[in-house]
């Protein structure tokens, strides 16, 4: 609240801040002042002392995690929006800022080992780390071109030096300059889109055309009309394709196996769920919130999207074995698999499976996602690697026997994301198919049900080598000793894994 | 002002970003690639204050200062990495980038 501002101008009176406002987002303040205070940690403390820098910021995540489940004085689960209509907030918004937050938690257990083995800062990781995580918190919420468009610009800037952080590593550089060249290249169709939409509607006379429900009103009225003008069109394509290359998207996938393949793994597990799930949801409010008044333009193009990238997606990955490529192109067949919840969406508004609207599905799919990649990426961090851009599938052989606990890690992610029954990745599934069959979309039903089977051939052939008993040449693989901390975790998913799976379907 | 009219505007900056996007999908120079792509946001920049100045909102302006701040990031970024990677490769172009693949 800026007293003065009031005085000189009674729209600053309607405009200006409350305290309510702020406290919507008391989340987002308190991951970015984490982020400050890890880089303030690695000042001031001693060497012998700096191993709490990830803790804090673990245990102020969880904190913030506690917080933000509350539905009450901090965040709010109904509807509401904060700022003068800058940001908006609802229970499918809710769960997803807690999916981001849980999957920098995650990422934080798995960097820190990782970073030190290699003499990476691991300070100025968690720092950049939780300022992305703070940035698609509030990504989630915009109801604003200019919010939007500024938070995703902070977590893709944040992202890039992510991919790049291990600056002794070809494949680290080249990841990261990848990623620059294609996030750059979203980031400039998106801009223009916006400012197509912006100046389209502006010329016809609407008066806050970058706020999303103005958008959205403004797109009915004209939808009614008849008078949506080709620039309108035109931008709204422009915007839709530079969020599916954050999602990756067919046709906007190519950049995704190299990058995940060069990023360190950490990096690479935060990119699949924390920088999917944001350019997933932010395509779920785009076409249920500002684009829904022209869904039956938009729907042809998302399913043919969706049938595209399920089998683009689980084709390439059946051609690769490299796990991390594998697991990055599987990455881009859930996309698909969340295009194609979407497209339900926009063909029957307010469609439900099991009770759940697509926003609901589309956030337990990404938590579901959560799971199964961390779980697979335990692994795979776990496992020593001379080059942790080549992981073979064969380097997993005679897992089971080196660490059970490890082979069980990987078996229980790899069902998770393959969708076998006892984990929550098959609910996840059976969810969006239930959504697709109450849309009657059959020829995408179709397309995710045979995506399903060929994922089943690719995910159990990664599976198989660890199962394989070590052949007489690998014989001298040595046991492998897993500390406390990784059992835990791998404990802690994999419980809540079938416990959130069926609470899902049953707790309600 | 008298004699340009916002299609004036609006051509100029859908050439710049043409070029841009040209650019970056055919030249091989990751300098020059990273070039294009600050052109393609120039131009978006260019589109935004012209939609501002002839529909006479402000929203525009202001979310031009914004994108040139994320510009700067972006850039300041991007730098660090094209450099890092000249120091351990010797070149710049993206044809030699090939550590990543099966």
């Keep these: 609240m800026i007293p003065f501002l009031a005085d000189i101008d009674p729209v600053f009176k309607v405009l200006a801040p409350r305290p309510a406002d702020w406290l919507s987002i008391l989340p987002e303040i308190a991951v970015a002042g984490l982020s400050l205070l890890c880089l303030l940690q690695a000042m001031f403390l001693p060497k012998a002392l700096r191993f709490l820098i990830p803790n804090t910021a673990r245990i102020g995540l969880v904190l913030v995690a506690f917080m933000a489940l509350n539905d009450g004085p901090w965040t709010t689960v109904d509807e509401a929006t904060s700022f003068a209509g800058l940001l908006r907030q609802n229970l499918p918004i809710a769960g997803v800022r807690m999916v981001f937050l849980l999957s920098a938690l995650l990422t934080s257990f798995l960097a820190e080992r990782f970073l030190q083995e290699r003499d990476a800062a691991v300070a100025d990781y968690h720092h950049v780390l939780l300022v992305v995580t703070a940035a698609f918190m509030l990504l989630v919420q915009s109801n604003h071109f200019v919010t939007f468009f500024l938070a995703l610009e902070t977590g893709a800037v944040g992202l890039y030096v992510l991919v790049g952080y291990l600056r002794r590593s070809e494949a680290s550089l080249e990841a990261g300059v990848k990623y620059l060249v294609a996030g750059g290249l979203s980031s400039a169709l998106l801009l223009m889109g916006i400012v197509l939409v912006y100046g389209a509607l502006g010329s016809a006379g609407v008066a806050d055309s970058l706020n999303f429900t103005q958008i959205g009103k403004a797109l009915t009225a004209q939808s009614i009309a008849h008078t949506i003008s080709p620039l309108t069109l035109t931008g709204i394509a422009l915007i839709l394709g530079g969020v599916a290359f954050k999602l990756g998207a067919f046709p906007f996938h190519a950049w995704i196996p190299d990058v995940y393949q060069g990023a360190p793994t950490p990096t690479t597990a935060f990119l699949g769920t924390a920088s999917k799930a944001a350019g997933a949801f932010t395509l779920v409010l785009l076409a249920t919130g500002p684009f829904a008044p022209i869904a039956v333009k938009l729907a042809p193009l998302f399913a043919v999207g969706a049938v595209l990238t399920l089998l683009v997606g689980n084709l390439g990955a059946l051609a690769t074995t490299e796990v991390k490529r594998t697991l990055a192109l599987s990455g881009v067949s859930h996309a698909g698999f969340i295009l194609a919840a979407v497209t339900a969406a926009l063909v029957v508004p307010g469609a439900t499976g099991f009770d759940y609207n697509a926003e609901q599905i589309v956030v337990i799919y990404l938590l579901a996602y959560v799971i199964g990649t961390f779980l697979t990426a335990i692994t795979l961090v776990s496992l020593p690697a001379a080059e942790d851009h080549r992981r073979p599938q064969l380097a997993l052989r005679g897992l089971l026997r080196r660490s059970p606990i490890l082979a069980s890690a990987l078996g229980f992610g790899i069902s998770s994301l393959a969708g076998i029954p006892p984990s929550i990745g098959f609910v996840a599934k059976l969810l969006v198919l239930a959504l697709l069959v109450k849309a009657k979309l059959w020829w995408v039903l179709g397309a995710a049900l045979i995506g399903v089977a060929i994922s089943i051939h690719y995910y159990f052939s990664i599976l198989r080598e660890a199962v394989v008993r070590p052949t007489d040449a690998d014989e001298e693989l040595a046991p492998l000793d897993i500390p406390f901390g990784t059992r835990f975790l791998i404990g802690a998913l994999t419980a809540t894994s079938i416990i959130g799976g069926l609470f899902v379907l049953f707790g309600r | ?102």
């Design chain 2, 1 to 102: 002002m008298e004699n340009t009219s916002l299609a004036h505007h609006l051509i100029l900056a859908g050439l710049l970003f043409v070029l841009g996007l040209t650019g970056v999908l055919i030249r091989r120079n990751l300098l020059v690639v990273y070039m294009c792509l600050e052109l393609m946001l120039a131009a978006a920049t260019l589109a935004l204050v012209a939609f501002s100045r002839f529909n006479r909102t402000m929203d525009g302006a202001v979310l031009v200062f914004f994108v040139i701040t994320v510009a700067a990031a972006e850039v300041a970024v991007g730098l660090a990495l094209i450099v890092a990677l000249f120091r351990k490769r010797g070149t710049v172009q993206s044809d030699a980038l090939t550590t990543l693949r099966d």
